[in-house]
């Protein structure tokens, strides 16, 4: 089981290593990349809506355009910057009221598809429920990666890619250590109901493996955190913590759905979803980071 893994997990990095790299020839629009995270939203929306009762499932086919829709809405301030007329020097391309207003023309679509081919009573709301929630999960957090690599560089600042290197190497260097630390010395349970296999010694070993990441993305680019080593220790710890709450987040929906995992897509870790759980939660927490740094930076 850790054999295959290592060999699986290597093979992933590896390939988002190079899908990454080939992007940057493609920039501002990054293609490679917006492919790569429609695909995962989907098979990501697909195994949540195969855990559910048949019942509460919303038409597939509604969740796909619906995230389809939300992430192409991320590339709405590039094609203004490009075509219209750019934003002022050094502010960062605002996407935020387009994706809002896709959502929310969404929602209403999701409500006139159930209004028009409503069955029977006790249906209609728990299925615009789970749209509403898959939609948010996966469609609302998942653009947060996007708009991690459409960060502009700025005098003194960090490149976007190096920030989406971030959200993605802390929280799964958590994950790493959390499961050998864990695997060879956990003894505490940290959720016993949610996820049996979790303890606390798992979940001190996962921290010390983000803020090792942090420190190392540190050494490798200094700009990311102009306040020093202590600065990358804060940042490793909270991602970290993120990555943790979204594990267990992933947990809730399994052990709700009676499920141990999302599916069985990937051998020794499960589903797409049990795989990128952590990133989900990790994504916005380096976001408003950035954003804190970004807003101090300006003002001093």
């Given at each position: 089981?850790?054999?295959?893994?290592?060999?699986?997990?290597?093979?992933?990095?590896?390939?988002?290593?190079?899908?990454?790299?080939?992007?940057?020839?493609?920039?501002?629009?990054?293609?490679?990349?917006?492919?790569?995270?429609?695909?995962?939203?989907?098979?990501?929306?697909?195994?949540?809506?195969?855990?559910?009762?048949?019942?509460?499932?919303?038409?597939?086919?509604?969740?796909?355009?619906?995230?389809?829709?939300?992430?192409?809405?991320?590339?709405?301030?590039?094609?203004?910057?490009?075509?219209?007329?750019?934003?002022?020097?050094?502010?960062?391309?605002?996407?935020?009221?387009?994706?809002?207003?896709?959502?929310?023309?969404?929602?209403?679509?999701?409500?006139?598809?159930?209004?028009?081919?409503?069955?029977?009573?006790?249906?209609?709301?728990?299925?615009?429920?789970?749209?509403?929630?898959?939609?948010?999960?996966?469609?609302?957090?998942?653009?947060?990666?996007?708009?991690?690599?459409?960060?502009?560089?700025?005098?003194?600042?960090?490149?976007?890619?190096?920030?989406?290197?971030?959200?993605?190497?802390?929280?799964?260097?958590?994950?790493?250590?959390?499961?050998?630390?864990?695997?060879?010395?956990?003894?505490?349970?940290?959720?016993?109901?949610?996820?049996?296999?979790k303890t606390w010694e798992g979940a001190?070993?996962?921290?010390?493996?983000?803020?090792?990441?942090?420190?190392?993305?540190?050494?490798?680019?200094?700009?990311?955190?102009?306040?020093?080593?202590?600065?990358?220790?804060?940042?490793?710890?909270?991602?970290?913590?993120?990555?943790?709450?979204?594990?267990?987040?992933?947990?809730?929906?399994?052990?709700?759905?009676?499920?141990?995992?999302?599916?069985?897509?990937?051998?020794?870790?499960?589903?797409?979803?049990?795989?990128?759980?952590?990133?989900?939660?990790?994504?916005?927490?380096?976001?408003?980071?950035?954003?804190?740094?970004?807003?101090?930076?300006?003002?001093?």
């Amino acid at each position: 089981m850790i054999r295959t893994r290592v060999l699986i997990g290597t093979a992933l990095a590896v390939a988002a290593a190079a899908m990454l790299y080939a992007d940057t020839f493609l920039a501002p629009w990054f293609p490679l990349l917006g492919i790569t995270i429609l695909v995962v939203q989907w098979r990501a929306a697909y195994e949540l809506w195969h855990l559910l009762d048949a019942a509460h499932r919303p038409p597939l086919l509604m969740l796909y355009l619906g995230l389809t829709a939300c992430w192409a809405a991320n590339w709405w301030p590039v094609a203004a910057y490009s075509w219209l007329s750019a934003p002022a020097p050094g502010q960062p391309l605002l996407f935020w009221p387009a994706l809002g207003l896709v959502y929310c023309v969404c929602f209403i679509v999701a409500f006139l598809w159930e209004m028009a081919w409503y069955p029977h009573g006790g249906i209609a709301l728990p299925r615009l429920a789970v749209w509403a929630f898959i939609l948010t999960y996966l469609g609302l957090l998942g653009s947060f990666f996007l708009q991690l690599r459409f960060l502009p560089v700025e005098s003194g600042g960090a490149a976007g890619l190096v920030w989406l290197a971030a959200a993605i190497a802390v929280p799964k260097a958590n994950d790493i250590a959390a499961y050998f630390t864990g695997t060879l010395w956990g003894r505490t349970p940290m959720a016993p109901v949610l996820s049996p296999q979790k303890t606390w010694e798992g979940a001190a070993g996962g921290l010390a493996g983000g803020v090792a990441a942090a420190l190392a993305l540190y050494g490798w680019q200094p700009l990311l955190f102009p306040d020093g080593a202590a600065e990358a220790v804060i940042f490793g710890l909270l991602v970290g913590t993120a990555g943790m709450l979204g594990d267990l987040a992933e947990s809730l929906l399994k052990r709700d759905c009676h499920a141990k995992d999302a599916a069985a897509l990937l051998p020794g870790f499960g589903g797409l979803l049990d795989l990128i759980d952590s990133l989900i939660f990790a994504a916005p927490v380096v976001y408003l980071w950035w954003l804190v740094r970004h807003a101090s930076t300006s003002l001093s």
